[in-house]
């Protein structure tokens, strides 16, 4: 079965720093690697994803993330972060079966920005 | 853009009160979705939808759980008998039918049973 994890439980920094969120996946095969974020309230909206191709995906809002097979990783980034980047930024892998996608989260991080 | 409405936005019910999430997918979506987030844990799949049968369901979605597509829009969720534990945030998601293509999920209907 697949599983995500996210080490980091919350992250602050600070308004024009960098950003880098961490997830490592595990699954069998290759996986379809999503990244989605869900600010207070709302619902999730998907920053990018991986099927296959090009390693570097390039998201909405500014969001790139890099599929990396040797380390399982599939890392978000950000050169420069905005205080309406605050938000949970959740991380999954999707196995498809039967046609359907079965997405398998991570528990999430919070990213809070300081001005 | 197209988006993934789901009604209620917010509903508290009684124990051992049945309840129904309603969800409106995206029109040309053939696939459709129930996840559930528990306050404070991960977003966890329930069951997907196809052509008007389950083609997947988690170990959740036991026999209190049931889904349908009673016309040509909607997409609900039914709970028979509510418990305590089943209060969380669910989500409605669609897709296409195609390997690449986005889940796009709805704002969430959030269950307070009391």
């Known amino acids: 079965a697949q599983s995500v994890t996210q080490p980091d439980i919350h992250i602050t920094v600070s308004e024009g720093a960098s950003l880098e969120l961490r997830c490592n996946y595990s699954?069998?095969?290759?996986?379809?690697l999503f990244w989605y974020v869900q600010s207070p309230g709302q619902g999730l909206q998907l920053l990018l994803k991986?099927?296959?191709?090009?390693?570097l995906v390039q998201g909405i809002k500014g969001f790139e993330a890099e599929f990396k097979r040797s380390q399982s990783s599939f890392n978000l980034r950000k050169p420069s972060v905005h205080w309406s980047d605050a938000a949970e930024y959740f991380c999954a892998v999707g196995a498809s079966g039967a046609g359907s996608y079965q997405l398998t989260f991570g528990k999430g991080t919070k990213l809070s920005v300081i001005p | 853009e197209p988006e993934v409405t789901q009604t209620p936005s917010h509903q508290v019910t009684q124990m051992g009160q049945e309840v129904i999430l309603r969800c409106v997918p995206i029109?040309?979506?053939?696939?459709f979705y129930w996840y559930r987030q528990i306050l404070g844990q991960k977003v966890e799949f329930l069951v997907s939808f196809y052509n008007n049968e389950i083609s997947e369901k988690s170990e959740i979605f036991d026999d209190q759980f049931s889904v349908e597509r009673p016309d040509g829009s909607n997409f609900t969720l039914k709970i028979r008998s509510t418990k305590l534990e089943d209060s969380a945030m669910y989500f409605c998601a669609s897709s296409r039918p195609s390997i690449g293509n986005t889940i796009y999920f709805g704002e969430g209907s959030w269950l307070t049973v009391v």
């Open positions: 029109s040309n979506h053939l696939y």
């Open positions: 991986y099927f296959s191709g090009d390693t």
């Open positions: 699954y069998g095969a290759t996986p379809y």
